[in-house]
């Protein structure tokens, strides 16, 4: 059974970090990409970015708008990705998602920016 | 960027009616390589994960209800459920996994009339 668990989350104050992880199991990590996405409470869902698997480099992409702040990593020895996040803002307050796919994703873990 | 329209942004249907979800792409989505577009339907509900119910633009997802269907024609996309079930309200999206950045629609919310 495919299963991804998302850890980390927790509440950070504004212009804080904070580093998501997604624990993957019951499928080829190494060989899957993985997504990150979000959800504000209230609003719609929101692609953060991916990381292709080592045949394709590693290769990362981002939402334009989180370029710079958000950056995705992954260690394929652990079968975990992650997902780094910087000078966190109130409007990142969401839940966020990994997901493997389409079809695969966490349960989710809850970002709150405040002060 | 790929941008997604979705519509209605809601839409209460009465239990038993159909309901008709639509997304229009701002440009192809269709994989060279299979043919298939791609378009997939989520299912959110509060706190759940998104649940995928249609890939390739039509391909039901294993264990979804056959009342769960998509289709095509060109860039416009639908979603429909044949005959609304109570535990069907729930708001859903469309997304484009073509290339990068995806994108998702805006989200349609759908309760009982």
């Known amino acids: 059974e495919v299963q991804l668990v998302e850890s980390g989350g927790g509440l950070v104050r504004p212009g804080g970090s904070l580093k998501l992880s997604c624990a993957g199991s019951?499928?080829?990590?190494?060989?899957?990409?993985i997504h990150w996405v979000r959800q504000a409470s209230g609003k719609g869902l929101e692609w953060i970015g991916r990381?292709?698997?080592?045949?394709?480099?590693?290769?990362?992409s981002y939402a334009e708008s989180l370029k710079g702040r958000f950056s995705i990593s992954r260690d394929d020895s652990r079968n975990t990705a992650y997902l780094q996040m910087n000078s966190l803002k109130i409007e990142d307050t969401a839940v966020y998602y990994c997901?493997?796919?389409?079809?695969?994703w966490g349960q989710g873990t809850l970002v709150t920016v405040s002060s | 960027e790929i941008m997604v329209t979705q519509s209605p942004d809601s839409l209460a249907v009465s239990l038993g009616e159909r309901a008709t979800i639509n997304c229009k792409s701002s440009q192809t989505v269709l994989y060279s390589s299979n043919n298939k577009s791609c378009l997939a339907w989520y299912q959110m509900k509060p706190g759940q994960p998104p649940k995928v119910l249609i890939y390739w633009a039509s391909t039901r997802h294993s264990g979804v209800p056959d009342r769960f269907s998509g289709s095509e024609s060109g860039t416009d996309f639908t979603l429909t459920i044949s005959s609304l079930q109570a535990e069907d309200v729930a708001v859903y999206y469309c997304q484009q996994y073509y290339n990068t950045p995806q994108t998702f629609g805006q989200g349609t919310k759908v309760e009982i009339k």
């Open positions: 997901g493997r796919n389409v079809t695969d």
């Open positions: 019951g499928f080829t990590f190494s060989g899957s990409a």
């Open positions: 990381i292709r698997s080592k045949p394709n480099n590693h290769a990362t």
